[in-house]
């Protein structure tokens, strides 16, 4: 498969008519009534459903030109769409249609002296911009969680699943239009070369955000171009201290989870420190239990993979580790603050001091005591949907849910009042 | 005044060095209890009292410099600090000492089936730089609010300040240092050319916001070459629509209001928006008001300047308004849209139906019904105190208090929880 020529132009007056339709089509989404909101988002399920064959389809080309192009086995995993699979992207609509609308949620409010009432009320932000990697559920999961918060979103997604993005919006726009709503609230822009991406990351004044899903390459090439405002997600160089009180079958038991529940995703455990104190047992042990899960070990000790900064500052998204010796509680902290992302970042201990100085002085989007990194994730924080995990302090930090799709007006009601000089 | 000759990469070394300081400074800022912080607070309400001498003359030699230069008079007063001025800015500090602290204040929390404990907490955002311009007084109301909600400031005041500026931080930084608390909690940045401003706004991983607050060319500048995370604040493209239902008298007093009480604040009103159905008599009634009070109109009709695309699209920020028909409420919101910048929208009405329309509409960070635009102020607000008004969606929309200098951390424990695959 050859890449098409790149015609830069061509592709930005693409993206900036679909981000100006888009911006059209928010204006009368922000109007829209949670019923009204629900029954499209369970219509769509249902289009979802009835085009299972025809998507498909769209995806077994998609499957097909990645098997010709040599796409390795995970990835094409990560592509492919089943009618199982597609039932489960039609639920994930009928959960987001059954989760509260955060829009017209008032947040705050008062009366003051001059008998002006003041409410803060929750507003869509306006046009989101989503760019992803292979998976096409994320297309329609980024459209539900998107038009419950009266959002329209515009989807850069996967240049390997274009026949699939293809086949799902158009359903979608199909199922929008039949309802009377502007189709344009739901998008796909070009996905064969990153120049979709520089006109969606430059359409200030047409988009309001944008969200980049996916490797640590990706958010930096976003955060280093974009004049639209963007929320970082997912990189995660997660740690996990085990404190030389620790109870070593909970750090085991821990351990293993984090690093090989799901080894790829942003919430896995890449580097372990372990408390000097402790580390002639502890060591040992978890390296061999690590080992026996096929995990390869990288660090300064005799047996593993010599490590050098890179495997202490980035992430291995696979079955290894980085295990280090920590003098104690300050220098694990130290450690995390130089190589983390601001991620998930755990303790395990048994001591109540030093899980509060933990949590206290750990700088990251959740810091967790006794317990796996892999329950940072919405639906496991009770959000029912996620758009992905901010690892940035603005806006939104960690999970975020359909609120952290919001903005917030302040709306003023007075009879005539003015302001003294 | 001769510019110095801009060393960019000498710029950069020193705006990083302060930087890196800074941020070290944060972590032990977040640690500060309320009570220290208030301690610090008044102290340094104290000390800048005790320095008044020495701050007032640092000033005239600013003054002296900006009047060599032709500096016009209006900005010579914003410029200028009195002895009263100074205890102005003292008191200041000692407002903010009196307000909440944001921070560790828990905003949700949960326990999970499995018995997982969620608190998610304010937090500091970390490093905040400010660029902002001539009044010196925002130098201390900036790391005054900044402290408080736990925060290391980055000050990039105006060139003109230079002196005024570095007398007020040196006060802060010696009180810091006298109660222990790290003086890079607060630094002054180079100001004599842009280079620092672009070194800050660059400083990724080392400041976690920055918030530019000034004219839309300092604003876009900012934007277009942030790396930084930024809070776009103060540009107010504000407008009057006075409805068709619209009390007159009303109409004016906002009005006049609006636009004549502080011609050059963001808050003010830049265009009025009459409808036609009551043009015959509104039109000349506010024209001649507005023009009785000093105001130029600009516009399509007979006896008015004529405006062209700017005088709808900017700010005059002056004794200048525009002033135009529309055809109704759609007409005023479809204006305001294509014209306003996100910050403060009015309309005066008798009209139940069109304040609700105009209000669930209109997308700005503040829609006021009936009353002048003039209210949009953290202080008005009741905030006590405000770092300047977001117009962008991200984070923080309207004015900024407290605990808008935060961000939140979610807080997991556990007595190890792993998640099942």
Chains 1, 2 share one sequence.
């Not at 064969?192 to 004044?205: E, F, K, N, P, Y």
């Not at 899903?213 to 090439?221: D, E, H, P």
């Not at 991620?343 to 796996?372: C, G, K, P, Q, Y």
């Amino acid at each position: 498969m050859s890449a098409p020529t790149v015609d830069t132009a061509a592709v930005t007056e693409t993206v900036t008519g679909l981000a100006t339709a888009a911006k059209a089509a928010s204006r009368s989404l922000a109007t829209l009534s949670t019923a009204q909101k629900n029954t499209v988002l369970v219509a769509a399920a249902e289009a979802i459903e009835a085009a299972s064959a025809t998507i498909v389809a769209a995806n077994d080309a998609d499957i097909a030109a990645a098997e010709a192009a040599g796409t390795e086995a995970s990835l094409l995993d990560r592509l492919r769409l089943t009618p199982e699979r597609v039932t489960g992207i039609a639920a994930g609509l009928r959960q987001v249609a059954a989760l509260a609308d955060p829009v017209g949620e008032v947040l705050a409010g008062r009366t003051l002296a001059n008998g002006l009432t003041l409410r803060q009320v929750r507003v869509p932000l306006g046009v989101v911009g989503i760019v992803y990697e292979a998976r096409p559920n994320v297309t329609v999961d980024a459209f539900g969680i998107g038009f419950k918060s009266g959002n329209a979103v515009l989807l850069r997604g996967s240049g390997s699943a274009a026949e699939s993005n293809a086949a799902l919006v158009a359903v979608l726009r199909e199922v929008l239009a039949a309802h009377g709503v502007n189709p344009d609230a739901v998008a796909l822009l070009p996905s064969h070369d990153r120049a979709s991406v520089t006109a969606l990351i430059q359409a200030r004044g047409l988009v309001d955000v944008v969200i980049p899903r996916g490797g640590a390459g990706l958010i930096n090439a976003v955060v280093a171009n974009a004049t639209v405002p963007t929320i970082e997600t997912g990189t995660g160089n997660c740690h996990v201290y085990v404190h030389s009180s620790a109870d070593l079958d909970m750090a085991e038991t821990v351990v293993i989870n984090a690093k090989t529940r799901r080894p790829s995703v942003c919430n896995t455990a890449e580097t372990v420190l372990i408390d000097e104190a402790i580390a002639d047992v502890a060591l040992p042990r978890l390296t061999e239990a690590l080992r026996a899960s096929g995990v390869t070990i990288h660090g300064d000790e005799e047996g593993m993979e010599p490590a050098d900064e890179k495997d202490w500052s980035e992430e291995y998204l696979s079955l290894d580790i980085a295990v280090r010796r920590v003098a104690g509680l300050d220098d694990a902290i130290e450690h995390i603050g130089r190589y983390g992302t601001g991620h998930t970042e755990a303790i395990i201990t048994a001591d109540l001091a030093a899980a509060n100085e933990f949590t206290r002085r750990v700088d990251a989007a959740a810091v967790i005591v006794n317990a796996s990194t892999a329950f940072t994730d919405g639906e496991q924080f009770g959000f029912g949907a996620e758009i992905g995990i901010s690892t940035q302090k603005l806006h939104a930090r960690g999970p975020m849910g359909l609120p952290e799709l919001t903005s917030t007006k302040w709306i003023v009601w007075g009879d005539g009042q003015i302001r003294p000089v």
